[in-house]
C-alpha cells in the first residue's frame, strides 16, 4: 500500500513536471530572446521548481555539498538520472553543457541550451565528435562559465561499472582548464526511467580541484578514482546496497 501510494504521488510529480518545462519555457522566452541572461534566467527557475517540488510532492531533498565552482572551469560529473543535471546547473552561476546533437532539436530544451551556451557534439563518430568538441568550446571560452560534461558519457545506473569517456581527458589537456570533479547519489533516488521516485536525500558533492598540467591518463585515472570512490560513499550513506567491485 506505501508503495503504491508513493508511486501515485511520483506519477503526479512527474506529469507536473513535464508541465511545468513549457510552462516556464514560454513565460521567460520573450526576455530569452533578448539576452542569454533571459534563457539562464528560465532554466535556472525550472530546475528550482523541480528541487523544491520533489521536495514536498515525493519527499526527495537534494543537497550541495563541497564548493560549487564559479570561475572558468570544467566540470566533470557522475551521471545517474535528470536531477543531477538540475542540481549541478543550479548550483554554478554560469553552467553549460556538453550535450547530445540531436537535443537541439527538443522543444524548449534545444533553444535554451544553445542560447546559454552548451556545446551539441554529435557521439556518433569518436574521433570527429572529440576535435569539433574541443574547436566549439575554444571558440566559445570568451563567455565565460562552468563547462559541463558527464564523463562516462551517459547515465549510468547506480552499482554499474562503466568507462570514463576519454573526451573529459581531451578536454582537460587541450583546454588547460582546472577541472572540478562532481560526485552524486541521485539514481539510488530518482531511476534512469520509470516513473517511481523514492523520499530521501539526493547528493551532488563538488570535489577537490585538479589543477591543469597532468598527462591525460594520469588526469583519466585520478578523476574516476575520485568519482567513483566519492559516488560509492554517497550512496551508502543512502542506504543503496553496492555490488562487490
Given at each position: 500500500?506505501?508503495?503504491?501510494?508513493?508511486w501515485?504521488?511520483?506519477?503526479?510529480?512527474?506529469?507536473?513536471?513535464?508541465?511545468?518545462?513549457?510552462?516556464?519555457?514560454?513565460?521567460?522566452?520573450?526576455?530569452?530572446?533578448?539576452?542569454?541572461?533571459?534563457?539562464?534566467?528560465?532554466?535556472?527557475?525550472?530546475?528550482?521548481?523541480v528541487?523544491?517540488?520533489?521536495?514536498?510532492?515525493?519527499?526527495?531533498?537534494?543537497?550541495?555539498r563541497?564548493?560549487?565552482?564559479t570561475?572558468?572551469?570544467?566540470?566533470?560529473?557522475?551521471?545517474?538520472?535528470?536531477?543531477?543535471?538540475?542540481?549541478?546547473?543550479s548550483?554554478?552561476?554560469a553552467?553549460?553543457?556538453i550535450?547530445?546533437?540531436?537535443?537541439?532539436w527538443a522543444?524548449?530544451?534545444?533553444?535554451?541550451?544553445l542560447?546559454?551556451?552548451?556545446?551539441?557534439?554529435?557521439?556518433?563518430?569518436?574521433?570527429?565528435?572529440i576535435?569539433?568538441?574541443?574547436a566549439d568550446?575554444?571558440r566559445?571560452?570568451?563567455?565565460?562559465?562552468?563547462?559541463?560534461?558527464?564523463?562516462?558519457?551517459?547515465?549510468?545506473?547506480?552499482?554499474v561499472?562503466?568507462?570514463?569517456k576519454?573526451?573529459v581527458?581531451v578536454?582537460?589537456?587541450?583546454?588547460g582548464?582546472?577541472?572540478?570533479?562532481?560526485?552524486?547519489?541521485v539514481?539510488?533516488?530518482w531511476p534512469?526511467?520509470?516513473?517511481?521516485?523514492?523520499?530521501?536525500?539526493?547528493?551532488?558533492?563538488f570535489?577537490?580541484?585538479?589543477?591543469?598540467?597532468?598527462?591525460?591518463?594520469?588526469?583519466?585515472?585520478q578523476l574516476?578514482?575520485?568519482v567513483?570512490?566519492?559516488?560509492?560513499?554517497?550512496?551508502?550513506?543512502?542506504?543503496?546496497?553496492?555490488?562487490?567491485?
Amino acid at each position: 500500500m506505501r508503495y503504491a501510494v508513493q508511486w501515485l504521488r511520483s506519477l503526479i510529480f512527474v506529469v507536473q513536471m513535464y508541465v511545468m518545462l513549457p510552462v516556464i519555457g514560454i513565460g521567460f522566452l520573450p526576455w530569452a530572446l533578448l539576452s542569454p541572461r533571459g534563457a539562464r534566467a528560465g532554466c535556472m527557475a525550472y530546475c528550482r521548481w523541480v528541487r523544491w517540488s520533489a521536495a514536498w510532492m515525493v519527499g526527495l531533498r537534494t543537497e550541495v555539498r563541497g564548493t560549487p565552482p564559479t570561475g572558468e572551469v570544467l566540470i566533470a560529473a557522475k551521471h545517474q538520472s535528470f536531477l543531477d543535471i538540475l542540481v549541478i546547473f543550479s548550483a554554478v552561476p554560469a553552467g553549460k553543457f556538453i550535450m547530445k546533437r540531436e537535443l537541439i532539436w527538443a522543444p524548449i530544451v534545444g533553444q535554451y541550451g544553445l542560447r546559454i551556451g552548451c556545446v551539441p557534439v554529435d557521439r556518433g563518430k569518436r574521433g570527429r565528435a572529440i576535435k569539433k568538441m574541443v574547436a566549439d568550446v575554444a571558440r566559445g571560452l570568451q563567455s565565460p562559465g562552468q563547462l559541463i560534461i558527464f564523463a562516462q558519457g551517459t547515465r549510468v545506473a547506480p552499482g554499474v561499472k562503466k568507462p570514463y569517456k576519454i573526451g573529459v581527458g581531451v578536454l582537460y589537456e587541450e583546454l588547460g582548464q582546472t577541472c572540478v570533479p562532481a560526485a552524486t547519489n541521485v539514481g539510488v533516488f530518482w531511476p534512469r526511467r520509470g516513473i517511481y521516485r523514492k523520499p530521501g536525500l539526493a547528493v551532488v558533492e563538488f570535489l577537490a580541484p585538479i589543477a591543469p598540467g597532468l598527462g591525460k591518463a594520469a588526469f583519466m585515472k585520478q578523476l574516476e578514482d575520485e568519482v567513483e570512490t566519492a559516488s560509492d560513499r554517497l550512496m551508502r550513506e543512502a542506504g543503496f546496497d553496492l555490488p562487490a567491485r
